[in-house]
């Protein structure tokens, strides 16, 4: 009797053992495999903000050399959350990908719900680039520096507006900032990225605005907009002759927007592994670097871990801020 016990064990243990080399052996196919079909990249924002243009240099990338369709669905709405709460739905088997700016850090101290859970729901893969904020303005407003702003807003409670990328990222933050430093009255106008708030801004329909660097880059040279600041430590050479801002007379301010890539949680590492190593490979390219460089745009491709230690990092900053102005969004 007990031998026969101690055979079913053994036998038990041996099924287990083979169960799991065989499921790893699995993962490791499906990996060298991947992907076998189209993959999808969410973006959060509108078409031609800095989320788009960096998912959309790597989707380019990643269909030559993996030989399969990556293609990008922008889904913008509440500052990100609805593109958000998309992708935390998917299936975490690879072809779903999710580009996010820093408001995946951002949102859940500002909003009093997120459609996701920023630790359970997504594993990190990297952080492709970051980009500084800008302060843009329309060339009609009467100023050509951030101080001349400052003294402009002050001068006249309630009349001006700033757009912004939109609620919970760090341009509107940081316009927030800028609101208290300078003790003047503004109204906030929140777009879904900072493309459509450069737009207006273009338009005049809002005068200035805190937006990413990189899709005001071409704008700011054509002359069509002024810009007053980018909120760096150092200035960008996208634009150097636009003071930082603490040359601008506002230090402390400095702001960046970073352009992560995550997958849904239980994504296979093997396949998370892959697209660190694919995104290292494509921001080193000459051609990308250069693109990337000359838009505003730093090249990191850091590693899941690094990754993970900024998004613990930055989501304490922003909400200390967050907290420390009593800032909330409906």
Known sequence: MKANRVRELLAGALLVVACTVLSGGA????????????????????????????????????GEH???????????????????????????DGYTLVIVSSSYMVNPSLYPKVPYDPTRDFLPVTLPA???????????????????????????????????????TTPYLSGELFKL????????????????????????????????LAPAVPHVREGKLRGLAVLSAQRSPALPDVPTIAEAG?????????????VPARTPKAIVDRLHQEVKRIVALPEIKERLDAIGFVPVANTPDEFAAI???????????????????E
């Not at 990249?41 to 380019?60: C, E, S, T, Y």
């Not at 300078?182 to 005049?204: E, M, R, Y």
């Open 181 to 212: 430093s300078v003790g003047g009255d503004l109204v906030h106008v929140p777009f879904n990225g900072s493309s459509p708030a450069i737009q207006s801004t273009l338009g005049g329909h809002t005068p200035f605005a805190f937006v990413v």
């Open 66 to 92: 993996l030989g399969k369709q990556f293609y990008v669905e922008n889904q913008p709405g509440a500052g990100g959350n609805l593109g958000m709460g998309a992708a935390a739905r998917a299936n975490p």
């Open 250 to 262: 506002f230090p402390g301010q400095e702001a960046d927007t970073l352009m992560g890539l995550l």
């Open 27 to 62: 993962r490791a196919q499906d990996a060298n495999s991947y992907p076998s079909r189209p993959v999808r990249i969410i973006v959060p924002f509108a078409p031609g903000g800095p989320a788009d243009i960096v998912a959309r240099l790597l989707a380019q990338k990643l």
């Open 311 to 329: 998004i613990k990092e930055e989501s304490t900053r922003w909400a200390n801020i967050i907290r420390a102005a009593n800032l909330k969004a």
């Open 130 to 168: 970051y980009a500084p904020n800008a302060l843009i303005a329309n060339p009609s407003l009467p100023v050509t520096n951030a101080k001349g702003l400052a003294d402009l807003v002050k001068a006249n409670p309630g009349k001006y507006s700033f757009a912004s990328a939109g609620m919970g």
